[in-house]
């Protein structure tokens, strides 16, 4: 299945809702056990799971209880922005010359998918993706 939703994600235009299709088919494969597809999939799609929640879950009751009972994101700190301005910015990559994203407020908090480099890759609370450099954020 999981290279129907593949499919799906990667052509969108060529289905009517296909994010409730692609929810339908995560359902099924969740009612058997198989949980890949669904983690890796709210993994790389950060505001699929405010979506779902939008759409009360397209009625799927196996999909709701994942995504709000058993789904971990691999990360479990907390870390919020610390700038001394009040906000940073979320660049489009890794440099301080890249186009800026968003502006984050200092006190908010934020995903943190990769911490490697001095850029850190995070995800928004508006699920915005991008990188802040590592000094602007802190842990909690």
Do not use: C
């Amino acid at each position: 299945m999981g290279e129907i939703i593949n499919k799906v994600s990667s052509s969108p235009k060529e289905y009517s809702d296909p994010e409730k299709t692609i929810s339908y088919l995560f359902e099924r494969e969740l009612r058997v056990g198989i949980q890949g597809d669904a983690e890796s999939y709210i993994n790389k799609n950060p505001k699929y799971k405010s979506d779902l929640e939008k759409n009360n879950f397209y009625e799927l009751p196996t999909l709701k209880d994942y995504v709000k009972y058993i789904y971990q994101k691999e990360n479990n700190s907390i870390f919020i922005i610390q700038d001394a301005d009040g906000y940073t910015n979320l660049r489009q990559d890794k440099n301080s010359s890249s186009k800026i994203l968003q502006k984050i407020k200092t006190g908010e908090q934020v995903e943190v998918l990769d911490q490697n480099d001095d850029w850190w890759s995070i995800i928004s609370k508006e699920g915005n993706k991008g990188y802040i450099h590592k000094s602007r954020i802190k842990s909690r």
